[in-house]
């Protein structure tokens, strides 16, 4: 059965940075589209980035994210990243890992449909405050 859990959320002052973390288990980790969305409170739930699969290690980035969160992931350990760093409060909310279990491993490109994606984590908060 396919599991996704997420971990390394919490609450960080702006301008700081944090690391999230997705072990996914149950299918072949290597050969998934994965990525990142986030949902603030009171909004509809947005894509922030993906990453391919090894066929395709394309990155994608939301314009909001690019050049302050870096997605990657270790093989070896089954795991996605999502490095936060110059953190902004608009960039709280829970963040859900998400995996295309099913197709190629090619992802489609920025802003994919959340129903591309068939498995989901729980999700993780992120606060960002002073």
């Known amino acids: 059965q396919v599991q996704l859990v997420e971990s390394g959320g919490g609450s960080v002052q702006p301008g700081g940075s944090l690391r999230l973390a997705c072990v996914g288990s149950?299918?072949?980790?290597?050969?998934?589209?994965m990525g990142w969305f986030r949902q603030a409170p009171g909004k509809a739930r947005e894509w922030v980035a993906s990453i391919g699969s090894d066929i395709d290690g394309r990155l994608y980035y939301t314009d909001s994210v690019k050049g302050r969160f870096t997605v990657s992931k270790d093989n070896a350990k089954n795991t996605l990243y999502l490095q936060m760093s110059s953190l902004k409060s608009e960039d709280t909310g829970t963040y859900y890992c998400?995996?295309?279990?099913?197709?190629?491993?090619?992802?489609?490109?920025?802003?994919?449909?959340?129903?591309?994606?068939?498995?989901w984590g729980q999700g993780i908060l992120v606060t960002v405050s002073a």
């Open positions: 998400a995996a295309d279990t099913v197709t190629s491993g090619f992802c489609s490109g920025p802003d994919p449909e959340p129903r591309e994606f068939e498995s």
């Open positions: 149950g299918y072949p980790f290597n050969s998934a589209c």
